[in-house]
C-alpha cells in the first residue's frame, strides 16, 4: 500500500527530479503570463525574487533551455518553494490528487470576491 503522505523531501531522486520538473514548467508558464501571485501568497518571495531575476536574464533562451537551466541552478529555490506549498505526492513523483494547474484553479476558486 502507498503511504499517502509523501512530502518532496520524501520521494527519491528520480521521483523528486520528476516533481521539480512538473513543478518548473507550471511555474515558467504562469511568470510568462504574470500570474504568480497565488504562490507569492506562501511567503516564497525570496525565492521567487531569484528565481524570476534568473528567467528575466536568460529570456533569450528556448522555453526547454530556460526550464533546463533554471531547474539546474535554482533547484534548491524550487525545491524551497515545494516545502513550503507542501502538497501529498505519489512515489513516482507526481502530485497526489490533482495537478499544478488544477491546485492553481482550486486555489484561485478560494480567494474571496474583491480581494
Known amino acids: 500500500m502507498q503511504n499517502p503522505d509523501l512530502t518532496i523531501s520524501d520521494l527519491d531522486e528520480t521521483a523528486q527530479n520528476t516533481a521539480l520538473t512538473d513543478f518548473v514548467h507550471f511555474y515558467l508558464k504562469h511568470y510568462r503570463t504574470n500570474d504568480l501571485e497565488i504562490l507569492a501568497s506562501y511567503k516564497v518571495d ?3 525574487n531569484d528565481i524570476n531575476m534568473y ?5 533569450n533562451f528556448s522555453p526547454d ?4 537551466g533554471v531547474l539546474a541552478n535554482k533547484r ?3 525545491l524551497a ?5 507542501n502538497l ?3 512515489a513516482s513523483g507526481a502530485l497526489k490528487d490533482l495537478t499544478w494547474d488544477g491546485w492553481y484553479t482550486q ?3 478560494g480567494i474571496p470576491e474583491g480581494k
Open 81 to 85: 518553494i515545494l516545502k513550503t506549498v
Open 76 to 78: 534548491d529555490l524550487f
Open 107 to 109: 486555489q484561485y476558486a
Open 65 to 68: 533551455q530556460l526550464a533546463a
Open 88 to 90: 501529498p505526492y505519489t
Open 55 to 59: 528567467i528575466y536574464a536568460n529570456t
Open 46 to 48: 525570496y525565492a521567487m
